[in-house]
């Protein structure tokens, strides 16, 4: 499984990026989690940062999701 | 509507913490209790309700509903949309590149993102606040009215080589806009009214504290003469001052009410405020990454103009 925060670098992205490990580490999954810091990739995938995609799907976006939130997103797939 | 909270800011002042309220000191200490809970209160109620709004109006949405519209009507459109939008900044570039990418015409991006950052509703609660619903509304419109000129006027200049040519070519993946539910909604609603008050509050004491000192000790002579609305510098002087100030965007509103109770004039401190939060050296950086410096200077230099001669409007019209 794949990861992607999407974000520009602002505080709320960095949030997202360690409440996404967290997640990880919780459930215990085999992820990979990477950042996305370029526009022009953003803007494929989502207009409101920060978002989170897992493989291919956008499943945040806009907010700053709880390690919760993500916990409960992740073992939905 | 907040008589209630005066007379018990005044209780705890007088009865509680024993000061008069004729003293300086009894003055200030109770200017920041009634201010502070007065602020929280309207800032949590106006952020939930916006925030429920917004939930009807993601950029996906927005960009949809632009795309409909032509000529003025868009820019109009688009200003108005830009104040129910996302209060943080690292949104505007994808938002730039969403709209671009839809056909939305330049000018009428322009008039979103002009209008988005300097009115938000977090600003508007504080000025609700502190000043009530007429400067609170004049707000809104003149944020509206400048978005909607400026965006025409970067129309007319025809700079849509000023946008960098990877914008024009980038597609965006085909995806469906999620429908909430009501509680979805409300939950929105509610977690970024939690999520504004965190980041704020801290800014908002502070001002507050501020504002609280100048209200029982700074002289009035000195600031009427300096920044009342007779200095016709003093616009032009707290639009340039507000320019680094923007992470306290919000702190700066009860100090603005504290000096134009001192003789400041009502337009400065306006011109001062949007000032803090439109033109900020960080969104200039971000920007960078999909206009050129031509067009970031022509959308800098307008809404600093646009700024300065709102204040001017309001230091004659109140």
Known sequence: MKITILGMGCKKCVEVYDNVKKAVEELKIDAEVVKI??????????MSTPGVVVDDEVIFEGKVPSVEEIKNELSKL | MFGWLDYGARYI??????????????????????D????????SIMIFSISY???????????????????????????????????????????????IEAGVPLGVTLSFLITSPIVNEAAFAVLLASFGWQIAMIYVVSGVIIGVVGGLIIGKLG????????????????????????????????DSTRDIVKRVWLYILIGIGIGAIIHGYAPEEVLAKYAGPENPLAVIFATIIAVPLYSNALGTIPIAEALIGKGVGIGTALAFMMATTALSFPEAVLLRKVIKPKLIAVFFGITSIAIVITGYLFNILL
């Not at chain 2, 002042?13 to 000061?19: G, Q, T």
């Open chain 1, 37 to 46: 810091t370029d526009a022009a990739k953003i803007a494929e995938y989502v």
């Open chain 2, 13 to 34: 002042v007088e009865n509680v913490l024993n000061m008069s309220m004729d003293t300086a000191i009894g003055s200030s200490v109770h200017f920041f209790i009634y």
């Open chain 2, 36 to 43: 502070s809970l007065k602020i929280v209160i309207l800032l």
């Open chain 2, 53 to 99: 709004i917004r939930s009807y109006f993601p950029p996906e949405k927005t960009k949809k509903i632009l795309e409909r519209y032509s000529g003025v009507s868009g820019n109009i459109m688009a200003s108005l949309l830009g104040t129910v939008t996302p209060f943080c900044s690292c949104s505007s570039v994808p938002i730039f590149i969403g709209f």
């Open chain 2, 159 to 190: 700079m849509e080589n000023q946008v960098e040519e990877y914008v024009y070519s980038i597609r965006s993946r085909a995806r469906k806009i999620k429908e909430l539910t009501q509680k979805e909604r409300l939950k929105f609603a509610y």
